[in-house]
């Protein structure tokens, strides 16, 4: 059975940092994309950041790119979301997702993702 299980969300306050962790269960895939997505209250699902399968290259959306990093280890089958100098308008349910092809188009839009975790909740105070 294919699952992915976000955790390690939180509060926080403007300027702290937290990790998310997602593991990963029955992927059959080789030379996968995976990512982070976030859906504030109100709004549409955006990208955040997605990471090839050998860990390289990485992407960033313009509002995180130089505060969150994502990384994956293949042997714990796990993917991560650093983030530093977390701002309200970070605040938002997180979710990692996972597709069959590699990351050379779309990366960062949700259609193109086809496995999902439930989401693990970030909120960050001014």
């Known amino acids: 059975q294919v699952q992915l299980v976000e955790s390690g969300g939180g509060s926080v306050q403007a300027g702290g940092s937290l990790r998310l962790s997602c593991a990963a269960s029955g992927l059959p895939y080789n030379n996968n994309c995976m990512g982070w997505f976030r859906q504030a209250p109100g709004k549409g699902r955006e990208g955040v950041a997605a990471?090839?399968?050998?860990?390289?290259?990485?992407y960033y959306s313009d509002s995180v790119r130089g505060r969150f990093t994502i990384s994956r280890d293949n042997t714990a089958n796990t993917l991560y979301l650093k983030m530093n100098s977390l701002k309200p308008e970070d605040t938002a349910l997180y979710y990692c997702?996972?597709?069959?092809?590699?990351?050379?188009?779309?990366?960062?839009?949700?259609?193109?993702?086809?496995?999902w975790g439930q989401g693990t909740q970030v909120t960050v105070s001014s």
């Open positions: 990471i090839a399968h050998s860990g390289f290259p990485t």
């Open positions: 997702a996972a597709r069959a092809s590699a990351c050379l188009w779309n990366r960062l839009v949700p259609v193109s993702y086809n496995v």
